[in-house]
C-alpha cells in the first residue's frame, strides 16, 4: 500500500557489521511499536538469518538489507552474493529458530545470491 | 574466627573490647604505634559485621571474596571517621557504609564497558518500567509505552536498551561458589520443569550440541524455542530479566552456531 516505507542497508558481507543490522531493526521496530519481546525476538532472528546468509556469501561481496514497514508489521530481507549457493537446511536448527521467532521466513536462492525474508505481526494487532 | 561461637556474653565482650580500643584509638596523644595496633584489632573485630553484610549481597554474581574486600573498605573508612562520643553503636554507624561501598562496587563492576552513568540510570528506570508495565498491561510493554512511563523519549529508551548490552551478564550459577556458607545459587531457584521438556522433540542433529550446553542455558533455550515461551515469560518464571534472558539466548545461539561451524 502507499503507506508502506522501506529502508535499505548495504554492509561488507563480515560477521562484524551484524550487529549493525541487528540494531536497526531494533530500532526500526520499535518506531513501529512493536513490544520489546517482539523487538528482541527479531534481533536475535536477524542475526541468527545473517549468520545462515554469510555462511554462503562471497567474501569480497556485500550483504544487503531491506526493511518493509507496514503497519503493525516488519519484514526484513537479508541477501547477499553467493556462487553456487544452495537453499538453507530447513531441518536444522538454525531455521527452527527462525521459524520460532517470526511470524514467517522463508529463503530466497538463485545460483548466485542467497536470501532470507523475515516478517513479524506486532503481538498488539490480535 | 574466634568470634563465631561466642553468645550473649561474648556479644558484650566484642561491644566493650570495640569501646576500649576506640577510646585509646581516638585519644589524644597516643602514640602512632598504638594507634595502628588498635585499628588493626578494630578490623579484626568487627570482620563479621562485613561478612554479614556481603552475604546479603551474594547470588548476584560477583564473587564473595570480593564482596568481603569491598566491605572492608568501607569498615576502615567507618572506623577512621566513626567518633565514640557520639554515643552511637559502631555496629550501627559502620553498617550503612559497608553497605554503601559494595553497592557502589556492584554499580561500578556491574559494566563490561564504562558506560555513562546517565545511561546506567536510564537502564534502571527501563528496568523498573518494563516490570510495572508487564504487569498492568498483562503483555511486554512497547518502547513508547516504556518512555511515556519515565518521561523520555523512544529515542531515550532504545539508547538504553543498546547500553544494556554492555551490562556483563552475571551468570546464574553464581551464589553457590562452593564454600561451605554457599547458599542456593539462581540455577537452583530455576523450577525443575525437565518432566514436560522430555516431550519435547528435539531434532537428532542438534541434540548432542545442546546437551553440552550448561544446564540453564539449556533450559532457557528450550523454554524458548521448544515450549514457545515468551522471552518476558522465561524471565519470570526464571527470575531474571527479560534483558537478562535475551542476552543468554543470544550468547547460547552464537555458541551453537560456532560449534555446528566447528563440525562441518
Known sequence: MTTRSDVELRVPADTAYVAVLRTTTAGLAARLDFTL????????????????????ARADGDLHATFDLGSGELSVTVSADADAASEPDKDGFAWQVLTALTTRASAEVTPDAVGITLSMKSALLD | MELEDTGVEGLLTTREQSMALFADFTAEGVGEARRTECRDALVHLHLPLVEHCARRFRNRGEPYDDLLQVGTIGLLKSI?????????????????????????????????????????????????????????????????????????TVEDVMEGLESSNAYSTLSLDAGGDGSDEGGPSMLDAIGEDDAALEHVEIRESIKPLIEQLPAREKQILLLRFFRGMTQSQIAAEIGVSQMHVSRLLNRTLEQLRESLHGRA
Not at chain 1, 47 to 56: I, R
Open chain 2, 80 to 152: 577512621d571517621r566513626f567518633d565514640p562520643d557520639r554515643g552511637v553503636e559502631f555496629s550501627t554507624y559502620a553498617t550503612p557504609t559497608i553497605i554503601g561501598e559494595i553497592k557502589r562496587y556492584f554499580r561500578d563492576k556491574g559494566w563490561a564497558i564504562r558506560v555513562p552513568r546517565r545511561l546506567q540510570e536510564m537502564r534502571m528506570m527501563i528496568g523498573a518500567a518494563t516490570s510495572e508495565l508487564s504487569q498492568s498491561l498483562g503483555r511486554s510493554p512497547t518502547p513508547r509505552e516504556i518512555a511515556e512511563r519515565i518521561g523520555v
Open chain 1, 37 to 56: 519481546d517482539d523487538i528482541e525476538d527479531l534481533r536475535i532472528a536477524v542475526g541468527e538469518a545473517c549468520a545462515m546468509v554469510l555462511e554462503q
